[in-house]
């Protein structure tokens, strides 16, 4: 299978993935080269959405070969800020002939077909690294009660502001119980840094993300979510509607504001056990179905299946 994969700034592990899969990416090519025989092109959904007559043009001819405009969005369901003109625009052109989302909010807008393609951890990065999960069952392993990764900069980055504030408030909660906590700025922080925090914490919290810069939250699972149980961390995360897809009961734990998340806090600091139990079941629902591997397969998939709908059209 040949596929263009336009991610200007890349998509690191999908594209990796695809690759050991077999597939043959061509990136970052807007008009399709005369030469080339391609079976689809995967898009980073705001690059397309922000030139809407690029895209339009692509996809024009993609289809005149029988291949399929697939974009992915990974910051729905705001898109990075763009203006509703645009939005509607791409629409008007054709917009997609799959969108494949991380949050299904207005999915049906912009394509016919419109899939939950949620983030996922890439293993590669973020594993156990040599650790047993049975090392995390002992008590006297951790460093930190509660920890956090992630941007904190509200200034430069004022989508983070409400994060900052929340671990703000959260920190002087916890200190004043005498609960210890490392709120961790992801870029000062190395890939191994972080999975030492991450193994090194009872608990790792969840909190907001960029997609989340809109009047709603967004329902979709930011990569943390599958990266923590991965490296065999607890993780505790604000509650996300599409975490019902994802995890069940006995994999997820969840909260809804700084006082809950408080009472959570506790709750898991004082049954230890159990929330090793929760870990360690989540850690197995990710490395079976939340890696990158099974989502560079279930495009390919979305490929073959447009193409099989659009043969017996024809």
Known sequence: MKLIFNFA?????????????????LNNIWELPATEKVDAAIVDFHEAARHPLRSARLKRQLNAIGAPLIGIDRDAPWHKGLRPWRL?????LGGLDIYAAHSLQSAGRFAPIAVYFPNAAWLEAYNLNGVELAAM???DWYHHDV?????????HYPEHAQRVAFFDALGSKLSALGISYNWADSAHLSTAGQVELIQKSRINLNYGAACDDGPERSWGLPERCYGIPACGGFLLSDNRKHAGDDFEGGEWADFTDVEDCVEKIRYHLAHFDQTRDLAESAH????RDHT?????????????????RRGARE
């Open 292 to 308: 990158y591997a099974q989502r560079a397969v279930r495009l390919r998939s979305l490929v073959w299946d447009w193409q099989q």
């Open 9 to 25: 700034k890349g998509f690191v592990p999908l594209q990796k993935e695809l690759s050991d899969h077999g597939v043959e990416l």
């Open 137 to 139: 069952r002992q008590m």
């Open 147 to 155: 920890s956090f990764i992630g941007n904190l900069d509200g200034q």
């Open 88 to 92: 509607s625009l791409f629409k008007l």
């Open 284 to 287: 197995r629902r990710v490395h």
